[in-house]
């Protein structure tokens, strides 16, 4: 009788877990969703892929759900989640912990695949992270080494783990800085892959590879050349235009009329190192002149104090700077 009563009292609901891959939240085995488990021994989990079906009282459950957001937090800043993060975050001190990891850990974007923290190092980097905050499209525009594109596919794989979009696209204009394209070996894809290579190479810093190939497989990540972007609409989706300094007017234009509803567009350039034809202008220094005033874009404009690449580049480029004066 006892058993019946407490079966009717109790109540039944499934939460997803999504934010997840599967078997970072139940480990090898279940190790970590035992471990889990543990925390909260009044309900009864049954985990199936990315459900997890919960049973017990109310307040369990919504404890539960107040604590398995408080992982998702956790993986998506750390990018694991461990036995002892678990044990960490659950335990009573969790919520005080995470909150004084984030305050610390301010200039953070995301963690890297070896748990380094990346994150702005100079104060421009850091206008550029408030900047896509309060604005849908960021020109950042700078000299070579000052993180103007990492910076950008940090802020891109941040919103992606963070749902606030569904994709990411990444794009270049295919321009040859002295060398010629069509005498690299090879179909079309590796002969452009080597002017991608510089998203590609962010990309790993910040995903695991075969997180990073499955994104590329099912296009949530996107990298191709600029003319792949004519006729689209980009909705839903965090786009970076990097070398834009090597955009034709046109081209520009056309990539700016791309942007849909929900998307967010950071336009990365170095007006200093504009391999065009002479015969042709930058389409990046006309939109600089066009939308300067327009309200929602914001223009970051990043110097040599930004350099964070070996010591020496801070000093060529200075030296080729007075050259040209």
């Known amino acids: 009788m006892l058993n019946k009563i407490y079966r009717f009292i109790l109540s039944e609901k499934t939460v997803n877990i999504d934010a997840f891959e599967p078997v970072e939240l139940y480990g090898v085995n279940d190790v970590k969703l035992n ?5 909260f021994p009044k309900l009864r989990i049954v985990a199936r892929g990315f459900e997890m079906k919960l049973m017990g009282d109310d307040s369990e459950i919504t404890r539960f759900e107040k604590k398995l957001k408080l992982l998702s937090d956790h993986y998506h800043k750390a990018g694991t989640l ?5 044990d960490r975050l659950l335990g009573q001190t969790g919520d005080n912990l995470l909150e004084k990891s984030v305050d610390n850990g301010s200039d953070i974007i995301l963690f890297g695949v070896t748990g380094n923290a990346i994150k702005a190092r100079t104060e421009n980097q850091k206008l550029m992270v408030k900047s896509i905050l309060k604005n849908d499209m960021m020109f950042a525009v700078g000299p070579a080494g000052s993180g103007k594109t990492y910076t950008a596919v940090a802020l891109a794989v941040r919103a992606l783990k963070n749902k606030e979009v569904k994709r990411i696209i990444l794009t270049r204009p295919a321009v040859e800085a002295g060398e010629n394209l069509g005498f690299l070996p090879g179909d079309l894809k590796e002969k452009l892959d080597p002017y991608l290579q510089p998203l590609y190479d962010a990309l790993y810093d910040m995903l695991p590879p075969d997180k990073l190939n499955q994104y590329i497989e099912s296009q949530v990540i996107q990298i191709a050349p600029l ?6 609409t980009l909705d839903n989706a965090f786009v970076i235009l990097d070398e834009a300094q090597n955009t034709t007017k046109s081209q520009m234009k056309m990539f700016l009329t791309r942007m849909g509803s929900n998307a967010k567009f950071i336009i990365t350039g170095d007006t200093t190192q504009v391999d065009l034809p002479r015969n042709q202008s930058s389409g990046l220094l006309e939109s600089i002149q066009l939308l300067e005033k327009v309200k929602g874009i914001d223009f970051i404009y990043l110097q040599s104090e930004d350099i964070i690449r070996h010591k020496l580049v801070k000093e060529i480029i200075a030296r080729y700077d007075e050259d040209k004066k």
Not at 35 to 39: D, F, P, Q, R, V
Not at 82 to 86: Q, R
């Open 35 to 39: 471990a889990i488990k543990k925390y």
């Open 82 to 86: 461990t036995e002892a993060s678990i």
């Open 227 to 232: 003319a792949f972007m004519r006729g689209r």
